[in-house]
């Protein structure tokens, strides 16, 4: 039988679809995530729900999803880079339909490093709103607890952040390619590759063969592109995207810190990737770079499992059908 070549305008497209849906789905735990791994000194939250809760708190409901336009902007192309270009790889280095698993983490692999061209400006912007609310509370306790000896009229309120300017992706932006060039949206790139490789290397082979799980009985003589069942996909996404979060949470900790333009009182800057190794392992210890691996494999986890789900359902094969 003849293998089915993949339709890329249609794989663009589900990927896109399946990443605006997940993100919308999981992003509040992304949040928490970011302003946990970025915790060094002042602990302004104990856990990811203590997190979520103090941010309800002082930013109201929406203050959970600063930072999601940028990622709604840019997790299309990003989520369709990176399943599309697996589908491609696949397919690339497939022979008679049948594709060793060296062959799946290769294809992993080239995913993950073409999907770095979006992600690391994409997660360099959302990282700075996202942990603008943890800088001003942890403003706001300090002073809180260590007041002015000549007192302002208006007093300091720890769960308020409103004294602190917002600033926009946009402004954010602008910033960056006035006083860095381009190369300012790029910092964390070697991290951000670090991560996604062996992230997209763990994932896509895991995926793939949990996928077709049932479909391999003796005898079954069924074509290897038939989608696996909705239900099927979204818990393989699931399950290999929580093991492959998991098992690079700390090259995520190392590109959050180096992503993090602003830091907080008495909190650590670095020069590069071994320096912020280095410099977490004697003044936190190891267990520091497991920071957010719990919120990471539950963004992860339904994520992928959402992404894989609605990719599998052929909605970009629907869309080009209606239009065709």
């Known amino acids: 039988m003849a293998e089915k070549k993949v339709s890329l305008p249609a ?47 002082a930013e109201g409901y929406f203050g959970m999803y600063r930072g999601a336009a ?7 192309p990003e989520k369709a880079i990176k399943l599309a270009a697996n589908d491609v790889f696949r397919q690339q280095l497939s022979r008679d339909g049948k594709l060793p698993l060296w062959g799946e983490i290769l294809a992993g ?16 912007l959302k990282i700075q709103l996202q942990d603008a609310g943890r800088l001003a509370a942890q403003r706001s306790v300090t002073t ?71 479909r ?18 979204f818990l393989a996404g699931c399950t290999a995207g929580s093991v492959a979060a998991v098992a690079v949470t700390p090259m995520d900790v190392i590109k959050t810190r180096l992503q993090t333009l ?8 670095y020069r590069g990737i071994l320096d912020c190794t280095r410099r977490i392992l004697r003044r936190e210890g190891p267990a520091a770079f497991l920071k957010g691996a719990t919120c990471r494999a539950l963004v992860i986890a339904p994520l992928f499992g959402i992404a894989q789900g609605v990719y599998f359902l052929g909605v970009g094969e629907q869309v080009l059908g209606l239009l065709g």
Do not use: W
């Open 216 to 233: 391999r009985a003796p005898g079954c003589q069924g074509d290897p592109q038939e989608r696996a069942p909705f239900l099927q996909s």
């Open 262 to 269: 602003q830091k907080g009182e008495g909190e650590d800057s």
């Open 144 to 214: 809180t607890a260590a007041p002015d000896p000549a007192p302002s009229l208006v007093a300091p309120n720890p769960t308020h952040p409103a004294s602190t300017p917002r600033r926009s992706a946009t402004r954010i932006t602008l910033e960056l390619l006035q006083t860095k060039g381009l190369s300012g949206l790029y910092r964390g790139a070697g991290a951000t590759l670090l991560r996604d490789v062996p992230f997209s290397m763990i994932y896509f082979p895991l995926f793939a063969n949990l996928n077709a799980l049932g």
């Open 70 to 76: 940028v990622n709604l902007t840019l997790v299309t």
């Open 109 to 124: 692999c080239g995913a993950g490093t073409c999907q770095v061209v979006v992600t690391t400006p994409m997660e360099m």
């Open 11 to 57: 794989k663009l497209i589900n990927g896109g679809v399946a990443g605006l849906v997940g993100v919308t789905c999981v992003f509040p735990i992304d949040l928490a995530k970011t302003r946990l791994q970025n915790q060094q000194g002042a602990r302004v939250y104990s856990g990811m729900l203590d997190c979520l809760a103090k941010t309800i708190r």
